[in-house]
């Protein structure tokens, strides 16, 4: 009997266990690492923030999954691992032997290279602690506040956009509508269509949300951010939505890594230099042709990794997994509308909303128990 070990809940092993769990008899010894019972889903993440979905809606019960697939959950965080000696170790001081070891931890919004980033701000992930502060915000703010919320988000990707938008709904639907709400970057969604930015530029102007373009972030003090070039910002609560960066333990591993620190895997989702150790989503880097830092990756790169990891416990070859070259991108903006885009072209409104909505809802329900 082999040991496999799955470290991080993230999209690709939600689907691994539900596949494993579909098949009852794994024959060989399941362990999971994953802080948290429950697994996050990103794409609903906003409008959880605006208030359109409630917590349960947008988390998968990943003990449920643990249990039907016959894995066992160990709630803890990966600190390091030794990919010669196939030993892992946990925060809770634990160390675990494997045979195979598969890596689906995600990535983190790069607080190092900012001077006060990690003792001032609030990065979105993990995702968890980013809902605890956003609650705590809430909860400190009743109504018609005499010290209005002084919200920054930095980062202008799809992801900063999102939130903003979503943060500046939830504060009118709550009555918080003093609140001042900047977005900070460099630039406002470099890879997107122009149509898309000009959709998402007439949402903050609607909004009256401060878009502070070209402006980089050097240092962060409490109660204030400061840039590169140009007056510092007063903020009461700055949320991080920059790039995705490497987990530290990873470069302390041995394994082959790209020039960011993402573990460099081949076509099945191998590591290059330690084909024992799998990886997918945003922590890999796929050697042949890098994908972007997106959950549909991570999502579509869930059963080439089911199948792999199968057929490695098995002592059969894996198959080769091909990533796809673009895909509908779908930005919602605060309010129950969105916009779509697919290479160049692109469409906004209402009826957006609504399918992506039930492209979410359709992903979440597949985490569901039979009788849930
Ligand atoms: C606001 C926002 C909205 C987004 N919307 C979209 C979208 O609509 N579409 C899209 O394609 N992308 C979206 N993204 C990007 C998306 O979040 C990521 O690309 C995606 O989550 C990566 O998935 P993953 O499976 O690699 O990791 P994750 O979803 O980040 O899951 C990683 C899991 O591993 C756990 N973990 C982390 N570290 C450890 C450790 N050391 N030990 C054990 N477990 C660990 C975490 O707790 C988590 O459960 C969005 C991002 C943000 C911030």
Redesign the pocket.
């Known amino acids: 009997m082999k040991h496999l070990v799955l470290?991080?809940?993230?999209?690709?092993?939600l689907e691994v266990l539900r596949q494993f769990g579909a098949q009852r008899a794994l024959g060989h010894r399941l362990t999971v690492?994953?802080?948290?019972r429950h697994?996050?889903?990103?794409?609903m993440?906003?409008g959880l923030i605006a208030g359109h979905y409630a917590w349960q809606q947008c988390h998968v019960d990943?003990g449920g999954l643990c249990d039907r697939a016959g894995a066992e959950l160990v709630l803890?965080?990966?600190?390091s691992l030794d990919p010669e000696t196939r030993t892992i170790m946990?925060?809770n001081g634990c160390t675990l032997h494997w045979d195979l070891l598969s890596l689906?931890?995600?990535?983190?919004?790069d607080l190092a290279a900012v001077p006060g980033a990690h003792e001032h701000v609030v990065p979105?992930?993990?995702?968890?602690g980013f809902l605890r502060a956003w609650a705590a915000l809430l909860r400190s703010m009743p109504e018609g506040a005499s010290r209005p919320a002084r919200v920054t988000v930095v980062g202008g990707g799809?992801?900063?956009v999102?939130?903003v938008l979503a943060i500046h709904h939830r504060m009118q639907v709550e009555g918080f509508g003093r609140s001042a709400i900047s977005l900070v970057t460099n630039e406002l969604l470099p890879t997107y269509p122009p149509r898309v930015r000009h959709v998402v530029t007439h949402a903050l102007d609607a909004a009256r949300i401060d878009l502070l373009k070209g402006r980089r972030a050097v240092e962060v003090k409490p109660g204030t951010l400061h840039f590169a070039s140009g007056p510092a910002l007063p903020t009461t609560f700055t949320v991080w939505?920059t790039g995705?960066a490497a987990?530290p333990?990873l470069a302390r591993s041995r394994l082959a890594t790209d020039a960011r620190g993402f573990l460099t895997v081949d076509g099945s989702l191998r590591s290059v230099s330690h084909p024992w150790v799998l990886a997918?989503?945003?922590?890999?880097s796929l050697a042949s042709r890098p994908v972007p830092?997106?959950?549909?990756?991570?999502?579509r790169q869930g059963p080439a990794l089911a199948e792999d990891l199968m057929r490695l416990l098995r002592d059969n070859p894996p198959i080769a997994y091909k990533p796809q070259r673009r895909?509908l991108?779908?930005?919602s903006l605060g309010e129950r509308r969105a916009v779509a885009s697919w290479g160049n072209w692109a469409v906004a409104g209402a009826w957006v909303w609504k399918l992506?909505d039930r492209i979410d809802r359709a992903f979440m329900r597949r985490y569901l128990r039979e009788d849930e």
């Open positions: 470290a991080g809940g993230g999209h690709a092993h690492i994953n802080p948290d697994s996050p889903y990103s794409g993440l906003p990943l803890a965080q990966v600190t946990l925060d689906n931890t995600g990535s983190t919004p979105i992930k993990p995702m968890s799809a992801g900063g999102e939130v939505i995705a987990p333990w997918a989503g945003d922590v890999a830092k997106a959950g549909v990756y991570a999502v895909f991108s779908l930005l992506k």
